[in-house]
């Protein structure tokens, strides 16, 4: 099927026939009726991550945030209690706060005044009276998101009112997030050490989750600290195909860089590094003291960084919770939140953000080379004599693994196909 020549607007049963088994066609990075239509029926409909309840701990805090397109404020109440709330005053609809994190005691309508408490409750209307006798303020709180619902601390939302709930999208990415929290003896993490904001003129399915790239995009990085450390961190040992590390596929779009085989092998020569470091013997202790010996380990095997993404907007990589906030066909937003871990000595936690800074941060060894060569694919899929992308690596060799996940090696695209299978189905369910 020829479809350089794609009508524009189509519908999402067309739209979902340019994700095939092993290509996908150029239109879904490009076309901004299909971004579009992704809005409408992915990030419109599905879960979304808006943040991490330990972002605003005390009663007033909030972040402002967008799900999909729509503006929201994720605010603790008064009354403790965690809700995302439509970013738009139920007068004639303005955003009430445009700052994107702060903490008050009342949310303030900039344009005629009116004013909600921290639960989005309508507490004052100047000169009321004018609305008539029957005007009642309670029928006109702050809209809150159709559902949202929490997994240990991760907040999410869905604009749909109906749909699978949180548990069930989750599924298997919840063990997953438990390393990442379970890296803290106390099982819980702070993400209010700040966030590197990165937005580059590319689309949004492009981030993270390639396991193929780091030796070319990241090559100076790499050529570096294999000089430095020749075990652990060369190219033949994480990143190549000859590595033990695999792709994983585990359904509903969520994917991972499963590193821990690489990881498992050198973990005795890991932890006899770590010994005697700043902080680090009280942390493994408490570590083993929390959780036992052997899922301690197993936890420090993986340093608590599942390297997932959990569809469409949540990727959990090293010590970051990163969000995506698409804007565009060919504009995104990242987000990325290093946390610290609550229960460890400081210099856990510094080490911590000294490693996020050092690939993630804006002058960093990592994150501008992805954006750079986001932006280079943006501007490739511009020529579309030949429209179609190849996602077929590793599509004879990849295996169900014994739970039920797709597995391949570590350089196999079994987790971009992982994701627009998902895509595929949420398309064509919506046709
Ligand atoms: S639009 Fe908010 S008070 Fe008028
Ligand atoms: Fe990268």
Redesign the pocket.
Known sequence: MDMSDLPVPCTPREISQLVQRDRVHGSIYTSQAIFEMEMRHIFHRTWLCVGHASEIPEPGAYRTTRLGTQSVIMARGSDGEVRVLMNR?R????ALTETETGCVRRFT?P????VYDTTGELKLVPDADAYGRGFDLSAYGLTPAPRVAQYRGFVFASLSPEGESLDEHLGPAKAYMDLFLDVSPLGEIDARAGVTKTSFRANWKFVGMDGYHPNYVHKTVYDLRRRRKPVGSAKGESFSDESANLTRDLGKGHVMLDVYPVRKANYASYLQSMSGRPGWDAYYAAMVQAWGQERADEILVWAGDPHIGVFPNLQLIGSQIRLIRPVAADVTEVLMFPTVLKGVPDAINESRLRAHEAFYGPASQGSPDDAEIFERNQIGLSAVVDPWVLLARGLDREKVDVDGSIVGTITDETTQRGQLKQWKLLMEQAA
Do not use: S
């Open positions: 005053c007068h004639r609809g303005v309508c344009y005629h005044g009116w």
